[in-house]
């Protein structure tokens, strides 16, 4: 595994500074956005697209520093109702054509949220009662969302190019039984882009979930989020306070290590090996308290300490078993041993 960058924090420089500032804190790679909610400070994708020369240099500085590009993302609603989902569709889009154009095998986005029949706004279902509540997200599901991204899915696998839904708050696709329903009904071509924050505001375990959605983490983002229980007590989680007024909140984003232990993150780490995953820890750095550099240092430093680097090379044969198998017959019972042989 390797420490990459979410560059959105660094949205105040430009694409030398970010070079340069990611050079100095030692990361590996580095994920740009393409627009959308993100706005695309350092990739321009209708630029990027068009323009082989800039498209060519930009890259050129990319690599001249040593940096491997992990992913492009393009967070936004392509299936809200009206002109905003069509923008955000187009933009997801060309988000998958300019992935495929630098043989960037992953794009990080949002399932989105659909409206409801007649609706001009997203509609976030997520209690079974009243009654139309449960027939409105069927409608949903499958009017809106499967259709789309069966699509768009279909589309991004022909370019070579692997869907991370991130795992959000008001969007349809936001925990485990929702990824593998979209994967089973839309297209296996879309996975999750797992940021254990999410997850653990909304009530989820990060661990057990990466353990059942299995391969189906396609990329992961490092964040941690604190819960205030005063807070929580008056509010609950579902916290529409904005973010500035931490105070006030539920919940706030954090750095790893001021939301939840060394200990913790530990066990995440190794929940995501023992599914296979090996490829970057992203850095999506959204701490309110802490500033961009010395946020994104604290955090570096906390993974360094914890990052398993090393592949695995090492495994229990079947050989080495019968060893062991031999040694432990040796200190019980003769009539237990031939039962044991017996099997």
């Given at each position: 595994m390797?420490?990459g960058?979410?560059?959105d ?7 030398d ?8 804190l ?5 994920e740009?956005?393409c ?15 068009n ?21 492009l993302s ?33 794009i990080?986005c ?6 409801g029949p ?25 009017e809106?969302?499967?259709?789309y991204?069966?699509?768009?899915a279909?589309?991004a ?10 795992l ?10 929702t990824t593998?329903r979209?994967?089973?009904q ?12 999410h997850l ?13 959605l299995?391969e189906?983490v ?8 604190k819960?205030?229980?005063?807070q ?11 973010f500035?007024d931490?105070?006030?909140?539920s ?5 790893p290590?001021h ?10 780490l ?13 850095i999506?750095?959204?701490?309110c308290?802490l ?26 044969s ?5 060893q062991?198998?031999e040694l432990?017959k ?9 039962k044991?042989?017996?099997?």
């Amino acid at each position: 595994m390797e420490i990459g960058l979410v560059t959105d924090v660094f949205a105040d420089k430009d694409l030398d500074g970010l070079l340069k500032t990611c050079t100095d804190l030692r990361l590996k790679q580095l994920e740009f956005s393409c627009g959308n909610y993100t706005g695309g400070k350092f990739f321009n994708v209708d630029k990027m697209l068009n323009d082989s020369t800039h498209r060519d240099e930009i890259i050129t500085k990319i690599k001249d520093h040593n940096f491997k590009i992990s992913a492009l993302s393009c967070h936004g609603n392509p299936i809200a109702p009206g002109p905003y989902g069509k923008q955000h569709d187009e933009i997801t889009r060309k988000t998958i054509k300019l992935a495929s154009v630098l043989k960037i095998d992953k794009i990080i986005c949002l399932s989105g949220c659909a409206g409801g029949p007649g609706d001009s706004n997203p509609n976030w279902i997520v209690t079974a009662w009243p009654p139309e509540k449960g027939k409105i997200l069927e409608w949903q599901w499958n009017e809106v969302l499967v259709p789309y991204w069966k699509d768009v899915a279909n589309y991004a696998e022909n370019l070579g190019v692997k869907i991370c839904f991130e795992l959000h708050g008001g969007d349809m696709v936001y925990n485990v039984p929702t990824t593998h329903r979209i994967r089973d009904q839309a297209s296996k071509n879309i996975g999750a882009n797992f940021d254990p924050s999410h997850l653990i505001w909304m009530g989820g375990d990060p661990v057990q979930m990466v353990k059942n959605l299995g391969e189906a983490v396609f990329y992961v983002h490092i964040k941690d989020v604190k819960i205030d229980p005063v807070q929580k007590s008056l509010n609950t989680l579902l916290d529409t306070t904005w973010f500035a007024d931490v105070n006030g909140r539920s919940w706030n984003f954090c750095i790893p290590g001021h939301g939840h232990d060394e200990r913790w993150w530990s066990e995440f780490l190794l929940a995501l090996r023992s599914i296979g995953y090996e490829d970057v820890l992203s850095i999506e750095h959204e701490d309110c308290s802490l500033g961009r550099q010395e946020g994104m240092r604290l955090t570096i430093e906390f993974l360094e300490r914890i990052l398993i680097n090393e592949t695995v090379d090492y495994e229990w044969s079947k050989e080495k078993i019968n060893q062991l198998l031999e040694l432990w017959k040796k200190g019980i019972p003769e009539e237990e041993v031939s039962k044991i042989d017996k099997q």
